[in-house]
């Protein structure tokens, strides 16, 4: 017996949900309806396709077979969809994009929803972890990594390079010691990652600050940026950020400046399903005109940088006494 459409799609949102409860949350059926369904599958194809556990449903080699065939029909029945409503060439269907979560916050909801525009039918769902994204387990369709992954069966294409720079609140820099060379960063406190929970490996600033621990650290690039603009201490931040948060200003920034790249990780077996590889064109082109036109502001914002302390006019402004 075959599998039709309607047991591919229950199967799909499984293998990509990995739990009956997210999976039903997406088909809108209740779990136990979602494993009925999964077993009747299984019984019709003979084979095991999912292994259970406390953790969820993993797919089995059987399973990871049949992932690759459904995906094709899932991108067949959609552009028939396409077809049938009128609108060739607009996407539709839903995605799934990992990203790293300053990438998350700061530069892809409005890439995404400039491509949504263009796109009405399609739904996007962004996953924005501090850590990477397991594609083979089909966490995401696609996902946005800081290192070129160098192992695996997958697509890997460059998005674009982007800067960081050291980065204070203008009200900390007006209440502490002036910042003149790296030697001063000694009496300053530092805020970053978790040392044990990065992720990867360029996500590792601190050598280049010279510093060797942080005093108040996050797994999480939006709780440090948060900490930066109440004053707490200097963080290396996003140049694509500083937009979001105009209190800040750039510090010794022709000292300490970080370029890092962001890269878009695929399936390599999505190479041939024509709907994902437009989305990630139009992913690609978005992301890097959103960095540029960030950057720009960052720069318009913050010129130069903190390259000298604030004099005591400007301490005063900055409390309010002016």
């Known amino acids: ?81 396409e077809a049938l409503r009128g609108v060739p060439g607009q996407l ?23 491509i949504c525009d263009e796109n009405p039918g399609l739904e996007v769902q962004i996953v924005a972890l501090p850590r990477v994204v397991n594609l083979s387990k089909r966490e995401a369709d696609m ?46 406190r530092f805020i970053g990652y978790i040392p044990d929970m990065i992720f990867d490996r360029e996500l590792d600033y601190l050598a280049e600050t010279g510093r060797e621990a942080v005093t108040l650290a996050s797994n999480s690039v939006s709780v440090q940026l948060n900490w930066v603009r109440q004053g707490a201490g200097l963080a290396i931040v996003h140049d694509f950020a500083i937009p979001a948060a105009p ?10 400046a970080l370029t890092r790249a962001f890269h878009l990780v695929r399936h390599a077996s999505d190479r041939r399903l024509e709907r994902l590889n437009r989305f990630a064109e139009a992913l690609a082109q978005g992301v890097r005109r959103e960095v540029a036109r960030l950057e720009s502001a960052a720069a318009a914002h913050d010129p130069a940088g903190l390259t000298e302390p604030l004099d005591s006019g400007r301490r005063a402004a900055n409390h309010g006494e002016l």
Not at 92 to 114: E, M, T, W
Not at 247 to 256: H, K, M, N, T, Y
């Open 1 to 81: 017996m075959q599998a039709d459409w309607d047991d591919l799609r229950v199967f799909l949102a499984l293998a990509r949900g990995e739990t009956l409860s997210r999976a039903g949350r997406v088909l809108r059926l209740d779990p136990a309806t979602v494993g009925r369904r999964i077993a009747r599958l299984e019984e019709a194809l003979g084979a095991r396709l999912f292994a259970r556990s406390p953790q969820g449903y993993a797919l089995t080699d059987e399973g990871q077979r049949l992932l690759a065939h459904a995906a094709d029909v899932e991108e067949a029945v959609i552009g028939s969809v």
């Open 143 to 188: 996902a946005i990594a800081v290192s070129r992954p160098t192992a695996g069966r997958l697509l890997v294409q460059k998005l674009a390079d982007y800067r960081l720079h050291l980065a204070a609140s203008r009200d900390y820099l007006a209440r502490h010691a002036p910042i003149r060379s790296p030697q001063d960063l000694r009496a300053h």
């Open 92 to 114: 539709s269907g839903q995605v799934r994009i990992g990203a790293p979560d300053g990438c998350a916050n700061f530069l892809l909801p409005q890439v995404v929803a400039a």
């Open 247 to 256: 209190e800040l200003c750039r510090v010794l920034p022709d000292q300490i």
